[in-house]
């Protein structure tokens, strides 16, 4: 039982354009979302985080939102620069379970000149 | 700035054999971890470490041991590798618990188990 869902396998955005990734969850007790880009044969790095209690939070190009209602989250990415092809995870904590995050299964994100 | 070191970076293994992977951050974090990336399954958390001297299972610890050595290290092993045991390794570490906080991932340990 999968609790946090990127449904999307892969993504191709033109260079320039925005980048939306989405990402759902089911527990609810979830308070804390982060996320993170992974290039090949590199360990994942941090990119963005948002609290529940927010909606919203920017840094950079990267915008994280978070509409607790439908349980769903989804970076924007603008504009899309080639440096961010990659694999990104969307994470979850405080689900009242064990210490660490929850994973979805990533997104390969194509930018494409 | 090492951040989360993890050895070694590549190993393979026979059916059976024993090996232990391990992992240092220099962040002074109290908790660590261990997850295992398998693909398309994402990041699946195997073992953590609250703090010193304490481990708690994650969502796949069947097959491993983890030793909270200090408050730098953090090893995992393999008592009896398997096939289903070859993926990818990431150490990680942060500052608290993970509620609220970000975790920092080692470079990875590519592990194949033949």
């Known amino acids: 039982d999968q609790q946090v869902k990127q449904n999307s396998p892969s993504l191709s955005v033109q260079e320039g354009r925005i980048s939306i990734l989405n990402c759902d969850y089911t527990?609810?007790?979830?308070?804390?979302f982060l996320w993170y880009k992974k290039y090949p044969a590199e360990g994942p790095t941090f990119l963005i985080s948002?609290?529940?209690?927010?909606d919203k939070n920017e840094d950079g190009r990267f915008t994280v939102f978070l509409n607790k209602s439908a349980k769903h989250l989804s970076l924007h990415i603008v504009p899309s620069q080639p440096g961010d092809s990659a694999v990104y995870f969307c994470?979850?904590?405080?689900?009242?379970?064990?210490?660490?995050?929850?994973f979805g299964k990533g997104t390969h994100l194509i930018i494409q000149p | 700035n090492a951040g989360v070191t993890q050895t070694p970076k590549f190993q393979v293994l026979k059916t059976g054999q024993s090996m232990t992977l391990q992992c240092a951050q220099d962040?002074?974090?109290?908790?660590m971890y261990w997850y295992r990336q398998d693909p398309g399954m994402g990041l699946r958390l195997i073992y953590y470490?609250?703090?010193?001297?304490?481990?708690d299972k994650g969502e796949v610890p069947n097959g491993y041991n983890v030793s909270r050595l200090n408050k730098r290290e953090f090893s995992l092993r393999l008592e009896s590798a398997a096939p289903s045991q070859t993926s990818v390794y990431f150490c990680?570490?942060?500052?608290?618990?993970?509620?609220?906080?970000?975790?920092?991932f080692g470079e990875g340990s590519w592990l194949t188990v033949v």
């Open positions: 990680a570490s942060s500052g608290v618990r993970s509620f609220g906080n970000t975790i920092y």
């Open positions: 527990n609810s007790m979830f308070d804390y």
């Open positions: 948002i609290s529940s209690i927010k």
């Open positions: 994470a979850a904590s405080g689900g009242g379970g064990a210490d660490g995050l929850t």
């Open positions: 962040m002074n974090h109290n908790s």
């Open positions: 470490s609250a703090s010193e001297g304490t481990t």
